[in-house]
């Protein structure tokens, strides 16, 4: 069965690219009705893949309505205050100065709508920098992320939007807990999720660990990362050339490897504990590098499957969804969009692998505008008219078209 939790409740969004709009899939795969608010251009990820939508549109913004409205024409104003007043909540990432000159500011939409959850998910929270404009790369370089991620010898993004995504979660939660506030009669408070207020709470571990070797060696020394300073934790290459990931945490995990791999390691009291296989990383890590490459990948799982060791294979992103466990009813969802079909993963929840619910595609630019706006009490002779002078627009099936795919000569 589909998840009904927020079932009954309407949501706008005012998004673009990836934290907002992440923000509402997950209120979407809750049973929210989800009502995306565009512009005439559309959101920039509906034109990012040659000429056409990118994964990032295509994977969180099926399931939901567009309705095309230009904020800036002042009858498009009106005609998205009256949609307002329907609304349960609204979700935006715009920029605080873009939120002020649109009127979509807290203040704004409360005098439209007094019973709004309101959330802003923007680049710094309260502060000196509040103003100021970030994205995922910023927070990852402001907030000690980038600096440890070095390639070809220059801080790089991680490459996943790992802090808009976070950033997106964190909403959710702070969107559960003013309904929550609602339901029990408390007064409620704006939600804001400054990106890179998230990039200090998912850097904490090593923040905190960077501090922890300061007051103890008198000198700022940091954690190392987990594949390196474990010895057996990481990747290693099997006899026919295929990466295996082994999850060797505990000295309970040591001696299943030991023991998986016919290792007489296994019972050497010189390197039972973790802290003495970090002493002699160089040797436990060229032991565990010779058992692994002894054997081909199938072998290998085979023996430490058995044992109860964690492992898998260091799969391209081409295979991920290959793998039996990806195929088990409930976790991946069929998303179509002109006449292409996508796997799409689910938002993982309780009972998923039962789940039978069908989605809206990805919507078109202004697919449900004129729906949208008649059921907010917008009558149809005011839609013609903010259609003519280009206020809102409606569905156009020639918005986008997505370059041919080159065929090998």
């Not at 939508?53 to 399931?63: D, E, K, L, Q, W």
């Not at 973790?274 to 002894?294: E, G, M, N, P």
């Amino acid at each position: 069965m589909q998840d009904k939790s927020l079932n009954g409740l309407r949501v706008i969004e005012l998004g673009s690219m990836l934290a907002a709009p992440f923000a509402t899939h997950i209120l979407s795969q809750m049973g929210a009705e989800i009502i995306k608010i565009e512009p005439p251009r559309g959101d920039p990820t509906r034109s990012l893949v040659r000429g056409g939508p990118s994964g990032t549109f295509i994977a969180y913004n099926h399931g939901k309505k567009s309705a095309c409205i230009d904020l800036k024409n002042e009858e498009g104003y009106a005609a998205f205050c009256e949609l307002l007043k329907t609304t349960d909540i609204l979700v935006h990432n715009l920029a605080p100065s873009a939120a002020r000159k649109l009127g979509i500011t807290d203040e704004d939409c409360k005098n439209i709508n007094p019973n709004l959850v309101y959330c802003h998910i923007r680049g710094y929270a309260a502060g000196p920098q509040e103003n100021d404009l970030a994205s995922n790369p910023v927070a990852e370089a402001a907030t000690g992320v980038m600096e440890a991620n070095i390639v070809n010898g220059r801080p790089s993004r991680l490459g996943p939007s790992y802090h808009d995504q976070f950033a997106g979660a964190y909403a959710v939660i702070g969107i559960l807990a003013e309904l929550l506030k609602k339901k029990n009669n408390q007064a409620s408070a704006p939600v804001e999720v400054g990106l890179y207020e998230t990039g200090l709470h998912i850097a904490s571990r090593d923040l905190v660990g960077v501090q922890l070797k300061t007051q103890l060696l008198g000198r700022p020394e940091r954690e190392p990362h987990g594949e390196f300073s474990m010895p057996g934790y990481g990747a290693y290459l099997t006899a026919d050339n295929r990466w295996l990931y082994l999850l060797m945490l505990t000295d309970g995990h040591w001696k299943k490897f030991c023991e998986a791999m016919g290792l007489t390691e296994a019972n050497d009291p010189s390197l039972a504990s973790l802290r003495d296989r970090k002493k002699a990383h160089s040797h436990v890590d060229k032991l565990v590098q010779i058992a692994i490459q002894s054997h081909t990948y199938d072998a290998a799982v085979a023996l430490l499957t058995a044992a109860g060791v964690g492992c898998t294979e260091v799969l391209p992103l081409e295979r991920v969804l290959e793998v039996e466990q990806a195929q088990h009813p409930g976790k991946l969802r069929t998303v179509t969009l002109r006449g292409l079909e996508f796997s799409v993963p689910e938002f993982p929840r309780f009972g998923s692998v039962i789940d039978e619910n069908t989605t809206l595609p990805p919507p078109e630019l202004g697919e449900h505008t004129l729906e949208l706006l008649q059921s907010g009490g917008v009558d149809a002779e005011t839609c013609k008219a903010l259609l003519d002078t280009g206020a809102i627009e409606a569905v156009n099936p020639e918005n986008f078209m997505w370059a041919p795919v080159r065929q090998p000569a």
